[in-house]
């Protein structure tokens, strides 16, 4: 166990819909990173926030978006739900200086699995 | 950021030692070696992490040669339960910890 959870385990939905997903870091963790994982594309970095502010950005598609709120949780808003956005997505956290070499060892929750039909 | 490049797979025997080649021939100066471990639908779990030299733990060693153009990660004594995919990362310092992982390397482990 990480410490990491996340809501829901499962989600299935049609295209053209809106989800958000749940993620609460470990205790004390400042940092919350959200990453997509498909066959097609691996493991994909989309998107980091230290404190409530966004602080990194990778391949996030325009209708996604995410916050981390002042409790530390952090939700992940995927829209317009297409067949492609079907994936395992996680979210991990990290302790330490944010962008520091602590940064790195980030502790991954169990996952959000979304199929889109 | 230093790409990497991996085996795609490595087959063991338990209770053999596994070493994981990655080479990162772009490495730069403020970059960090990061391994990952991940076993099917399931979160990526920190393995090590190292800058130079050597780095031990309790699951695992990390050795990076003087040039750091190439790290190789040691499982010491493979059981089943370390069947997974394993990820080598270079990871800039001020890149806020965001991860860029690769295909990595498939271990599977027979008895």
């Known amino acids: 166990d990480s410490g990491v959870t996340q809501t829901p385990k499962h989600l299935i939905t049609a295209t053209g819909q809106r989800v958000t997903l749940r993620c609460s870091p470990r205790?004390?963790?400042?940092?919350v990173y959200w990453y997509q994982q498909s066959l097609d594309q691996g493991l994909q970095f989309l998107i980091q926030?230290?404190?409530?502010?966004?602080?990194a950005k990778g391949n996030i598609l325009e209708r996604f978006s995410a916050q981390q709120f002042p409790d530390l949780h952090s939700e992940l808003n995927l829209s317009s739900l297409e067949l492609g956005d079907s994936a395992l997505y996680f979210c991990?956290?990290?302790?330490?200086?944010?962008?520091?070499?602590?940064?790195?060892?980030?502790?991954f929750g169990p996952g959000t699995r979304l199929t889109v039909t | 950021l230093a790409k990497t490049t991996q085996p795609i797979s490595m087959d063991s025997y338990e209770g053999q030692e596994v070493n994981i080649t990655c080479s990162h021939n772009?490495?730069?100066?403020?970059?960090?070696i990061t391994w990952y471990q991940q076993f099917p639908s399931q979160g990526p779990r920190f393995i090590i992490q190292?800058?130079?030299t050597k780095v031990t733990n309790e699951v695992a060693s990390l050795f990076i040669p003087a040039d750091r153009k190439s790290s190789t990660l040691s499982l010491p004594r493979v059981s089943l339960s370390d069947t997974a995919v394993y990820y080598c990362?270079?990871?800039?310092?001020?890149?806020?910890?965001?991860?860029?992982f690769g295909a990595g390397t498939q271990v599977v482990v027979t008895p």
């Open positions: 991990a956290s990290s302790g330490g200086l944010a962008g520091g070499p602590d940064s790195y060892e980030q502790y």
């Open positions: 205790s004390g963790d400042l940092s």
């Open positions: 926030y230290y404190n409530g502010e966004e602080r």
């Open positions: 772009n490495i730069a100066t403020n970059d960090y």
């Open positions: 190292g800058y130079k």
């Open positions: 990362l270079v990871s800039r310092a001020d890149s806020w910890g965001k991860l860029q």
